[in-house]
């Protein structure tokens, strides 16, 4: 089997199981995913070849490349995957360099990255981009074109000055004493201890939390004196973590802020981004900026984000998420999982 096929114009795919050395790609994709292709400990200029039925190490498992390399070795498009094997998989990003679009080559990309999704087991493979981001008008036309369904409101986020949680903070007080007698505390993430880790995991592993949600998957860019878990009674019950959108660090935007089903929608997760923004505001001053999501299901939390927290609406943007259906291992693909023009031969996965 090759470890690359031709898709056009003398241009190969190759699959890489991340994280890898692939610096030439690392362009291709946001600033928040390029540390996954940077020159791993011990790898050489590119990850070893495995054959593809061995197993394979659970993190190594999830994280995958598709990269479209042009015949001089140029980097002409990249897509990556989160592919955590039976539950459904993301497309993180697929960008192919100006030089070499409308020729075929995202199509082929898309077509290999659902592949390597059924092949592990995925369900379904989603996709996600904000309303906000430019071009967006030419990416839905491209994946409409390769047969996936619209996108549809996953989350809507919200921004505003670290220090509207002082006056949040007064105004929620008696809530916030009242979370307090049910439990409610906030731990920093660095003062985690082993145990709690391995039990955020075993959350994660067991498919309780939601795509999206899972409290590592960013963890290396994760500002840690910004990020905390939620606890009732000293027990883990849910988690926010934080990453700065600028070297700076004026700008710090809330993800995968999660509680257990049986503490959600009783204000845990408002009283906890009023205590982080004001942590974030104690740390690194009032007029850093917080930026927080809610569910778009979620329209409690969205009206205590737009209009208790009022000040968190300065500016908002709207997460969109696509979801793919994948047949079951063994089963004929439907339309439109193929490559646009002609569906390109399988690609060896090197692992
Ligand atoms: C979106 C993107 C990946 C498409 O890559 P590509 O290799 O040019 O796409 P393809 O050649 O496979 O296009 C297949 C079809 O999609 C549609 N399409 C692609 N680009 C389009 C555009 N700019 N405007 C309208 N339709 C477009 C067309 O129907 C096209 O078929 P055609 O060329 O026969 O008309 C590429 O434009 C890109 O990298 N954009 C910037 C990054 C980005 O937006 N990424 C998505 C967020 S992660």
């Known amino acids: 089997m090759p470890a690359s096929c031709p898709v056009a114009d003398g241009c190969v795919l190759s699959v890489h199981a991340l994280p890898a050395a692939l610096p030439a790609h690392a362009p291709l994709t946001y600033p928040r995913w390029r540390h996954w292709l ?26 995958r490349a598709v ?27 697929v960008m192919v360099a100006p030089a070499w679009r409308r020729r075929g080559i995202g199509s082929a990309l898309l077509a290999a990255a659902t592949r ?45 000055r670290a220090g509207w949680a002082r006056t949040a903070g007064q105004t929620f007080a008696r809530h916030r004493a009242a979370l307090g007698r049910r439990g409610y505390a906030l731990t920093p993430w660095p003062e985690l201890t082993a145990a709690d880790l391995a039990g955020i995991r075993a959350l994660v592993a067991s498919g309780a939390v939601p795509d999206g949600y899972d409290p590592m998957l960013q963890h290396d860019r994760d500002a840690p004196d910004l990020s905390a878990v939620l606890r009732r009674h000293g027990a883990v019950v849910g988690w926010a973590k934080a990453h700065w959108q600028d070297a700076a660090q004026t700008q710090a935007f809330y993800h995968s802020g999660w509680v257990l089903p049986d503490v959600a929608r009783q204000g845990w997760l408002a009283v906890a981004m009023i205590d982080l923004s004001a942590r974030q505001a104690d740390l690194y001053g009032d007029d850093s900026l917080t930026g927080f ?3 778009a299901a979620n329209l409690p939390m969205q009206a205590i984000l737009f209009n208790r927290f009022g000040a968190l609406a300065e500016r908002i943007d709207r ?15 439907p339309p439109g999982l193929t490559a646009a023009g002609g569906n390109p031969p399988p690609c060896h996965s090197p692992g």
């Open 67 to 93: 990269c479209a390399t042009g015949p001089g070795g140029d980097a002409a498009g990249l897509a990556l995957l989160h592919l955590p094997p039976g539950l459904p998989g993301r497309l993180l990003s």
């Open 319 to 333: 997460l969109m998420r696509r979801t793919l259906p994948l047949p079951a291992a063994g089963t004929e693909p």
């Open 116 to 160: 390597q999704a059924a092949a592990q087991g995925c369900p379904a493979l989603t996709a996600q981009h904000s309303t906000a981001a430019a071009g967006i008008g030419a990416y839905d036309a491209f994946m409409e074109a390769n047969g996936w369904p619209q996108a549809a409101l996953m989350q809507v986020r919200g921004y505003g």
């Open 293 to 295: 999501s809610t569910d």
């Open 38 to 63: 940077d020159d791993p400990q011990g790898a050489g200029p590119e990850a070893p070849e495995q054959p593809e039925q061995q197993p394979e190490q659970p993190e190594q498992a999830t994280l």
